[in-house]
């Protein structure tokens, strides 16, 4: 899977299937991705059905869309195509094989995937569980979430626990995805002798389990990116067939602290859905007080079909010191992304910083349609808990 030239598909993708005789085939469309992960939700069961795939802090990534879904079982026996860039024009080259959903269970170290949402090709690291805290369902009054302070309109809701994983993003595919989504999504608060407030590892991401579509390749480094051969090695015998080495599981048990997300939020407001994901990521000392990082991970999905645009953002932000600060402003990460049926997922980081260990965060995302009339859009209020586990700093890219 990588980019066409000119004004082509950015990713075309093919895949067969023998049916009566007949081989069927879907061409993704240009603006990328749209259908498979409604189609995904509807038919979870049968995913693999679908054909085409196509490639994807505040920022935007593509979704997939399949033309001519009449595609039946027989999963592994389908095959998606890249086509890259020659003098001549576009030529498909295999890329993998896809294989079968996992309704139950996780996905292993190792597993290639393609992100049903954004379409890059990745390769699982390691899962997390988390607690999924969803607005869109009403849950018993008992075991729920209790609200932040001045949080008003949102429903209690009970925590449910699901499935991340911690991945890398095929570095062919980042220039497609940059608009719709942070490939620097993952920072790290720099050490006190370090210059620079905050560094980013490129290319890693946190993907939930219903966004993977899992395929396997022949190749022995199916995925480019600088510390695929440093975190896994190939291992033919095993399946998937790429193992951790010591140096991922040295990392991860280093930088567990700043990795791990513990709670997931979500809430759609009029079809658009908004996610939060908040992760820690340590204290520092300033002028003889304790400043305490996070990070958080949005994502707006479109799930209708009119056309909207993100206008302005409103913030409020309560620390446990006693403080209430609202903030106000344009877009999201200097853009105002447009969520349409093409493209109608968004998804960006940044940060924030208290002088107390934990706090909360909620507000609205002005949204504009095409008349241009306007809608306010709920962000769910979500915790920010500091570690009390807060031992040594981050380790970045130290091995």
Known sequence: MKAASGSCCRFVCVCSHR?????????LRRGLLSGVSKFSRKHSHRILSVP??????????????????????????????????????????????????????????????????????GIVLFPWHARLYDRDITPPVSDSKPEPPGAHGSKEVKGKTHTYYQVLIDTRDCPHISQRSQTEAVTFLANHDDSRALYAIPGLDY?????????????????QHELFERFLMYNPPKSPPFTSRDT??????KNHPWLELSDVHRETTENIRVTVI???????????????WWRYCIRLENLGNEVV??????WRIFSLSGTLETVRGRGVVGREPVLSKEQPAFQYSSHVSLQAPSGHMWGTFR??????????????????????DDKAPPAGYTF
């Open 52 to 121: 085409d795939i196509n490639t994807g802090n505040e920022v935007f990534k593509p979704r997939l869309q399949c033309r001519a879904c009449g595609l039946l079982e027989g999963v592994q026996q389908k095959m998606f195509m890249s086509s890259r860039n020659r003098p001549e024009g576009k030529v498909l080259e295999p890329v993998g094989v896809f294989e079968a959903v996992k309704q139950h269970g996780k996905y292993e170290t190792g597993q290639l995937f393609l992100h049903s949402v954004f379409g890059y090709r």
């Open 19 to 27: 049916q009566k005789g007949k081989m069927a085939a879907c061409a």
């Open 367 to 388: 949204i504009e349609r095409t008349d241009g009339s306007h809608f306010d859009v709920r962000i769910p209020p979500f915790s920010l808990e500091s570690n009390k």
């Open 278 to 292: 908040p992760f820690y990521m340590g204290m520092r000392e300033a002028q003889n007080s304790h400043v305490y």
């Open 207 to 223: 993907v939930s389990h219903e966004d993977i579509l899992p395929y396997n390749s022949a190749e022995q480094i199916p995925i």
């Open 309 to 314: 645009q993100l206008r302005e953002r409103h």
């Open 248 to 253: 991922l599981k040295a990392w991860q048990e």
